[in-house]
């Protein structure tokens, strides 16, 4: 038999969360009824009229290849949308577009990373931050921030994980997944530190932007620190604000000499995204925004909700979500009991799949996102089954002793 898998394949997972979501889908096929919380996509369906945009395209016979850095239309959608509600001035070419945000972190750190480079990263962090930092070579410099924390990395810390090999810094905010948004405040500070360290690079994944539940505004890493744009690669996409996640279209915006080097890599990739959904993406920011507007309204009452409904369950430290639509309860009062059945809960996993199998409950354990012990809730499905959940967790919970 071959073995097919390289070094560099087997030093990385798959996605954990992905992972989660396949064992509900199969308990589902088995006739069970399994609440998923673990998949981190709306459940609207695009706004009818993007759809109708990508069906226009394809009449029109936009079906061709475009330029790996994308439609004339879609770049001028994007300088625009800076503008227009970040105040950032970008040019046509300090633009990057990908098959989703994933794919654009992909390519920077394909395509910027030597061996040996570290990329700090706070965590808990977006699960597939640490693969692909590890899969192109480098070393995520894991930087833990709990609840204790807010989640947040202060200036301190940042300072004292930096090294001579630090290539980026990556952040996300309003952050997957503990809900966490640094303020205008927070993120100046840690420009402070930056500012102090010329050969660090500031990778910014704003890609839930819009999707904010507390009154903290979003504050883009450009806005509080402006000295340090050209130093800086914001990310983004119309995956979470338009629910397009399968439409797969990221952007990104960044120096001149770094898009062009993302936009080498994209075009002996892919060579660029589908053309039809390059115009639907144009649609969905140059259109109406009431979707967006409608959308926030409905996760920021269901992130009370769940709030509210978790934090009455005994032993979960809940903080309440100031963005995206997670929550991120710690779990710590569980680790170290048994199951009805005598199964030991050891630790965030193993809780996550008891609740799955006793409670009929999908959730990610902590450990995925890089700290444990917690368990990542998403509220992007109906209030219905965000009740239903509770009620099961609260109940499986009260049966471990
Ligand atoms: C923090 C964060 N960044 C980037 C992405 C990638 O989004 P996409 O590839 O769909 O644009 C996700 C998706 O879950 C995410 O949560």
């Keep these: 038999m071959i073995d097919f898998e390289n070094a560099k394949t087997a030093s990385i997972k798959s996605s954990p969360s992905m992972a989660v979501s396949m064992a509900a889908k199969a308990m589902r096929a088995r006739g069970e009824h399994v609440v998923d919380l673990s998949l981190g996509e709306p459940d609207f369906d695009t706004p009818a009229h993007v759809v109708e945009a990508a069906i226009d395209a394809m009449r029109?016979?936009?079906t061709r290849y475009t330029g790996p850095d994308g439609l004339e239309e879609l770049r001028a959608a994007i300088v625009a949308k800076f503008k227009r509600e970040n105040n950032l001035d970008y040019a046509m070419d300090e633009i990057s577009i990908g098959n989703g945000a994933k794919q654009i972190l992909f390519n920077a750190f394909l395509g910027t990373l030597e061996p040996g480079d570290?990329?700090?990263?706070?965590?808990?962090?977006?699960?597939?931050?640490?693969?692909?930092?590890?899969?192109?070579?480098g070393k995520p410099r894991l930087v833990p921030c709990g609840v204790e924390d807010a989640f947040k990395i202060t200036a301190e810390r940042l300072e004292a994980a930096i090294t001579p090999k630090t290539r980026w810094f990556l952040f996300n905010s309003p952050s997957n997944p503990s809900g966490a948004i640094y303020s205008?405040?927070?993120l100046a500070a840690l420009g402070e530190v930056l500012r102090r360290h010329p050969h660090v690079a500031i990778m910014s994944d704003e890609i839930y932007e819009h999707i904010v539940c507390a009154d903290v505004p979003f504050t883009s890493f450009a806005n509080a620190c402006p000295d340090l744009k050209h130093r800086t690669l914001i990310i983004n996409g119309v995956s979470k604000a338009y629910a397009m996640t399968g439409w797969r279209l990221g952007y990104a915006v960044g120096p001149k000499n770094l898009t062009k080097v993302l936009n080498k890599l994209q075009s002996q990739s892919t060579t660029c995204p589908s053309s039809i959904t390059q115009v639907a993406a144009a649609a969905a920011l140059n259109g109406p925004q009431d979707f967006v507007t409608e959308a926030v309204k409905e996760y920021k009452a269901r992130g009370q909700l769940v709030t509210e409904s978790f934090s009455a369950i005994p032993g979960l430290e809940v903080r309440a979500p100031e963005g995206a639509f997670y929550l991120f309860p710690k779990c710590e009062a569980y680790i170290g009991k048994k199951a009805p059945d005598g199964t030991p809960i050891d630790n965030d996993t193993a809780l996550a799949s008891y609740l799955l199998s006793a409670g009929k409950v999908a959730t990610v354990p902590g450990s995925a996102f890089g700290v444990e012990p917690y368990l990542r809730l998403s509220f992007a499905t109906s209030r219905e089954n965000l009740a239903i959940a509770?009620?099961?967790?609260?109940?499986?919970?009260?049966?471990?002793?």
């Design 390 to 401: 509770a009620e099961r967790i609260r109940d499986a919970l009260a049966q471990l002793r």
């Design 184 to 186: 205008g405040k927070e």
């Design 118 to 137: 570290e990329v700090i990263v706070p965590a808990p962090y977006w699960v597939s931050y640490s693969d692909i930092v590890i899969l192109h070579g």
């Design 60 to 62: 029109r016979g936009v």
